[in-house]
């Protein structure tokens, strides 16, 4: 499976972004889905997570009623919808795909896009 993600940029505080996952090479139909992100000097940390049910996500408490994870599983592709963004949400975002596990764990992910910066200016 391999990811591309795209829809990163250069927002103020307080906007918006939208970020996609395109998955060729396999269907994601039946994958969980998760976005992560590292910023400079940081960890990778979990953001959203979406299971083959669209009805099963979840996520980190620093994004909860802000971004919300999607899916649709004909265009083989995974979203991230980002509002009222801060500047500590300024970071590289990954998506990645796993058959299983907690969606909070990266372990749990075995293929793993290249990453779209997302800068949030104060």
């Known amino acids: 499976v391999q990811l591309q993600a795209s829809g990163g940029g250069l927002v103020q505080a307080g906007g918006s972004l939208r970020l996609s996952c395109a998955a060729s090479?396999?269907?994601?139909?039946?994958?969980?889905l998760g976005w992560f992100r590292q910023a400079p000097g940081k960890e990778r940390e979990f953001v959203a997570g979406?299971?083959?049910?669209?009805?099963?996500?979840d996520y980190a408490d620093s994004v909860k009623g802000r971004f919300t994870i999607s899916r649709n599983n004909a265009k083989n592709t995974v979203y991230l919808q980002m509002n009222s963004l801060k500047p500590e949400d300024t970071a590289v975002y990954y998506c990645?795909?796993?058959?299983?596990?907690?969606?909070?764990?990266?372990?749990?992910?075995?293929?793993w896009g290249q990453g779209t910066q997302v800068t949030v200016s104060s």
């Open positions: 990645a795909a796993g058959s299983g596990g907690f969606l909070w764990v990266t372990n749990s992910y075995a293929y």
């Open positions: 090479g396999r269907t994601l139909s039946t994958y969980a």
């Open positions: 979406i299971r083959w049910s669209e009805s099963s996500t």
